[in-house]
């Protein structure tokens, strides 16, 4: 919980000329310490609260490689009031492990009797010409010790939309149920046990990581499998299909989730139209080893000249990565509109998965929950929606687990929904053609 009262925090607001919102990213108190990692970039503000009862702190816009900032401010905040500090000369700004604004404000972490202890020390100089009496305060010598120090991230509010433009509830009743829907569900029709999805993706776009975070829904913990490396051009890659299963050693659940070649960027790379179209019919055998030089025909090792509704592909995710979604080739552009058009024909339904979203939004990394209030998530959406030229409302966004240990509820519920988006997708396909065979007979 933060120190900064509400009263304190809406002076420190006070002192932006457009919106914005803090976001405590650490927090120290005078017994419980630890290492404060800062951004390479980004708005900052550090308060600290020395035994006197005064609140003091410093504002930063961190430029990444750059320790000049003559729009950085160090301020004095009560519940009424909050003075600032400019600079008025050029400022030498640091802000990291050790923070120094001049002589004016200096905070320094230092490790002592095994743990991080902070000291810091007020005075005046020509910098800022703050005033201030010189003092310290921390573990050394004589000091009384600091209270907390905090630092919070200082967020534009036009990075985020005052109401989600999709709703979603939050609350871990609603992973839970995702998840029982999941567990419970059955596809449509008789013939089918397992719905086959097929991703298709460039390279780095996140398809196997989108596999193996699924499993890692269902594992309750993150799951440890062969990563795939980013396929170089005529590099070999077998279909590998993946049945999602509810738990290590628990009975299957109805989505198989199958990977293949990656698409390339270039006319000559990666897997071709007529490769995947053969996969999605079920000529494809589990295993075959994909070649961009050796494209598949009725003499390739193990082609079915007759597959049954089982090996076909019954839905497919095109995996797009949201930091690149404005600089795809149009090469690869053109080849998967050619296979949305192809697969629209074989009566397979297509949605869109948009991945690395909480590294195109500040927000959203700290915390997943913003995403469907992100402004730039929602424009990314929008970018796929028509590099795709499909509805925005077929694009899902999804965060992989990549740096993580274990779980979480938001990240959990983003990929749980969208695994339920694609089963609706399967169903809706599948019902819809038994009622025309029905019809028909």
Not at 87 to 99: A, D, E, L, M, Y
Not at 107 to 113: E, P
Not at 206 to 212: A, D, E, H, L, P
Not at 275 to 299: C, M, W
Request: contains cysteine; negative net charge; glycine residues 6%.
């Amino acid at each position: 919980m933060a120190t900064l009262d509400l009263e304190r925090e809406q002076q420190l607001l006070k002192l932006f000329s457009e919106p914005v919102r803090l976001h405590l990213l650490y927090k120290a108190t005078e017994n419980t310490s630890s290492y404060m990692k800062v951004d390479d970039i980004g708005e900052f503000m550090v308060i600290v609260y020395p035994p006197s009862g005064t609140v003091r702190g410093a504002y930063v816009n961190k430029h990444q490689n750059e320790s000049e900032d003559n729009n950085a401010f160090l301020f004095d905040v009560t519940t009424t009031n909050a003075t600032t500090f400019t600079p008025q000369v050029n400022s030498k700004v640091t802000f990291g492990s050790s923070i120094s604004f001049g002589e004016s404000f200096v905070l320094s972490s230092l490790y002592l009797y095994r743990k991080y202890c902070w000291v810091v020390k007020f005075s005046s100089d020509e910098v800022f010409n703050t005033g201030w009496e010189e003092e310290s305060y921390g573990d050394t010598g004589d000091n009384a010790k600091l209270k907390d120090v905090e630092l919070y991230r200082v967020r534009r509010i036009g990075e985020l939309l005052p109401c989600p433009w999709r709703e979603m509830c939050w609350a871990e009743r609603t992973r839970e149920d995702l998840r029982e829907s999941f567990l419970s569900h059955k596809v449509v029709g008789e013939s089918v046990t397992s719905a086959r999805v097929l991703l298709l993706g460039p390279s780095g776009a996140g398809k196997s990581s989108f596999i193996n975070a699924v499993r890692s829904v269902m594992c309750k913990r993150i799951t440890h499998v062969p990563v795939t490396s980013p396929d170089a051009p005529g590099r070999f890659k077998k279909l590998k299909s993946c049945s999602i299963r509810s738990g290590r050693g628990g009975p299957a659940t109805s989505l198989t989730l199958c990977d293949v070649m990656t698409l390339g960027e270039a006319e000559s790379d990666g897997l071709s139209v007529s490769d995947a179209l053969a996969v999605v019919k079920g000529h494809v055998p589990e295993g075959y080893r994909f070649n961009a030089d050796k494209p598949i025909t009725s003499q390739s090792s193990g082609y079915r000249a007759e597959p049954g509704i089982r090996e076909k592909i019954h839905g497919v995710l095109f995996v797009m990565d949201a930091r690149k979604i404005t600089s795809y080739s149009s090469h690869l552009q053109k080849t998967m509109r050619e296979l949305q058009t192809e697969m629209s024909d074989l009566d397979v339904p297509q949605l869109v998965l948009l991945t690395h979203v909480d590294q195109v939004c500040h927000a959203v990394e700290e915390d997943v929950e913003y995403i469907y209030r992100s402004r730039s998530i929602r424009d990314k959406i929008h970018n796929a929606a028509e590099f795709m030229s499909m509805p925005v409302s077929y694009v899902l966004p999804v965060k992989n687990y990549s740096t993580e240990l274990s779980t979480s509820c938001s990240t959990d519920m983003l990929l749980l929904s969208a695994v339920d988006t694609i089963l609706q997708a399967v169903d809706d396909t599948l019902d819809y053609q038994c009622a025309n065979t029905t019809t028909a007979g």
